[in-house]
């Protein structure tokens, strides 16, 4: 398979947006494998040496949250979260695309409203001056990514997922 296969095969979003996507996945792939490697680092040296990797907690912590929130916009486009489709059969196909785009646009302002508030967070601990415990980092920039990432699944919901809503065939 040629990595041009590959690419369409993974990636189905048309022009930028799937290098957005493929962007997004190395961002979360790279914070996952850096979160791997600091575990291994962190317990060989508990069993090793007797002494763990300070503030590897803080590390995870933040690992996490750049992974979750790179992977949102492109799993909410993409329509990969949990549905319930019960009453699917029992309406006509036009209902439930009506019901499908009225769920995005529901969703996106959501995450909307989220990221707003969520970036007034993340000003008040910067005004703050708040920092982590053990590594002092500043929390309010990775507060205020999780609501650039908020503001991304927004904006990726209303255009790409309601286009993906009405060019289904089902």
Excluded: C
């Excluded at 912590?61 to 993409?78: C, H, N, S």
């Amino acid at each position: 398979m040629t990595r041009a296969e590959w690419l369409d095969q993974h990636y189905p979003e048309p022009g930028a947006l799937r290098w957005v996507a493929f962007g997004l996945e190395i961002i979360a792939a790279s914070g996952l494998f850096l979160l791997m490697l600091l575990t291994v680092v962190d317990v060989g040296g508990r069993y090793l040496f007797n002494d763990a990797v300070d503030g590897a907690v803080e590390i995870t912590q933040i690992g996490l949250a750049i992974i979750v929130f790179a992977e949102m916009p492109v799993v909410t486009w993409r329509g990969g979260h949990i549905l319930v489709d019960l009453l699917d059969n029992l309406m006509g196909p036009k209902l439930v695309r009506l019901l499908s785009m009225f769920a995005a646009f529901a969703v996106s302002t959501s995450f909307y409203v989220v990221g707003v508030r969520i970036w007034q967070l993340g000003e008040r601990k910067l005004r703050r001056g708040e920092v982590t415990e053990y590594l002092e980092i500043p929390v309010g920039y990775l507060i205020e990514y999780i609501a650039i990432m908020s503001w991304f699944t927004a904006l990726g919901m209303i255009t790409y997922g309601m286009y993906r809503i009405i060019k289904s065939k089902h």
